[in-house]
């Protein structure tokens, strides 16, 4: 199995800062990675395909980036609707998986 | 409106079984590799079992091998999830969950969920 580790498991934040998450797979991934943001109790909601791809109706402020084995979830200027747990998810093969999450806190 | 609609969760005893269904509308169903993804209370999100667009092949993670039945009804737009033998750490939100346009195991749609409480 692909493990997938994000970091942090936690970030406290304010409004306006810009925030990266990193996520690191166990082997390399090529760019087969999404990411997602989930809200209590909410279903996930993609936000990046392919890495870097953003999914239509996301706002620009998010973005992605990385290849191989690491890869980054930038939000530009976090928004009060962006307060979330975020996670990525690797799709290199049919034995997918996700990493464990990182919530986004209020600072 | 382009939707995935969960439904069949509840309470059973350890060993019992369920059948977790997906009614999908406003696309063409049949175009779509489709899955199963659960998320255990306060936990992260886990893959459970992919399907592809015709039913001849099927996906799953280890812990559910022999034990659940990814499955697929297209006349219906339907998607299913037999539950069998279940245990206390299959206690979870099932959600369905399309995968994305390009064809990628990605998931760009979702159900709401529905949850499975396994307790004596």
Redesign the interface.
Known sequence: DIQMTQSPSTLSASVGDRVTITCRASQSISS?L?W?Q?KPG?????LI??ASSL?SGVPSRFSGSGSGTEFTLTISSLQPDDFATY?C?Q?NN????????TKVEIK | EVQLEDSGGGLVQPGGSLRLSCAASGFTFSDYWM?W?RQAPGK????VA?INQNGNEK?Y?DSVKGRFTISRDNAKNSLYLQVNSLRGEDTAVY?CARD?V?A?????L????TLVTVSS
Do not use: H, I, M
């Open positions: 087969w999404a997602y989930q909410k279903a996930p909601k993609l395909y392919k999914e996670y998810q799709y049919y034995y997918l998986t996700f990493g464990q999450g | 899955n993804v992260g999100l886990e893959w992919s996906y993670v959600y994305g390009d990628g195991l990605y998931f760009d979702w159900g709401r969920g």
